[in-house]
């Protein structure tokens, strides 16, 4: 079975601060993909990237950056000098890899809130 | 990118009603995927929806109180029946971009059973 899980339930950072998003995943499939969303107040899930597991290279996008690590079965996420509409709650997600079957198991979530 | 449009965006219901809720997709996809977001809680997956067959629900989710219809690529309906105060939450419907690349979400039915 599938299991992501993200231990930080609430983080608090002070705008301009750098923060990191844990997420950590359990498969027996040896092919997979992982996923962030970004969950803003309004509701609606934005997608954020899609990394699949034999990828284990680092991505960064403007502020945004992920360490995918499968030695940790990690796929961390690190927001660079924060703002605050990065406020959010924000899901990591697995996937199998078998085309046309693209169920997510969705963590917990964190909460990320920046504070002025 | 997939444009997605689910309707009602948010209902008040009474216990024991039903509610459909619609999900319109702007191209035509292969499946179609209902999630159920409990209040402060992850997504869950509730079924995955395919043309022209029943839906595949997971564990935890049966036909008779989560009916879903996909008539067509583009459109697929989740009703909640005979809904108790439990059935709170937000309903989503995502699908593919059929390469596993992204996947969308709609944004989202919120509804509050009385």
């Known amino acids: 079975a599938q299991k992501v899980t993200q231990a930080q339930t609430e983080i608090s950072v002070v705008e301009k601060e750098d923060v990191t998003l844990d997420c950590v995943y359990e498969?027996?499939?040896?092919?997979?993909?992982l996923f962030w969303y970004k969950q803003p107040p309004s509701g609606e899930l934005v997608f954020l990237i899609r990394?699949?597991?034999?990828?284990?290279q680092n991505e960064i996008s403007g502020r945004y950056s992920w360490n995918f690590q499968k030695s940790t079965s990690s796929f961390n996420f690190t927001i660079t000098a924060s703002q605050v509409v990065d406020s959010a709650v924000y899901f990591c997600?697995?996937?199998?890899?078998?085309?046309?079957?693209?169920?997510?198991?969705f963590g917990t979530g964190t909460r990320l809130t920046i504070i002025p | 990118s997939a444009v997605i449009s689910q309707k009602p965006s948010r209902d008040i219901c009474q216990r024991g009603t039903s509610l459909t809720i619609q999900c319109q997709v702007d191209?035509?996809?292969?499946?179609m995927f209902w999630y159920r977001q409990q209040p402060g809680q992850s997504l869950t997956l509730i079924a995955t929806?395919?043309?022209?067959?029943?839906?595949?629900?997971e564990s935890g989710f049966v036909i008779d109180k989560f009916p879903i219809s996909r008539p067509n690529l583009t459109f697929s309906t989740l009703t909640v029946s005979n809904m108790s105060p439990e059935d709170s939450s937000i309903y989503l419907c995502?699908?593919?971009?059929?390469?596993?690349?992204?996947?969308?979400f709609g944004s989202g039915t919120q509804l509050s059973v009385l």
């Open positions: 995502s699908v593919s971009d059929g390469l596993n690349e992204k996947l969308f």
């Open positions: 498969t027996r499939d040896t092919t997979y993909y």
């Open positions: 990394r699949n597991s034999f990828d284990e």
């Open positions: 997600a697995l996937s199998e890899a078998n085309f046309g079957n693209e169920k997510l198991t």
């Open positions: 191209s035509q996809v292969t499946m």
């Open positions: 929806a395919n043309q022209g067959s029943e839906a595949t629900y």
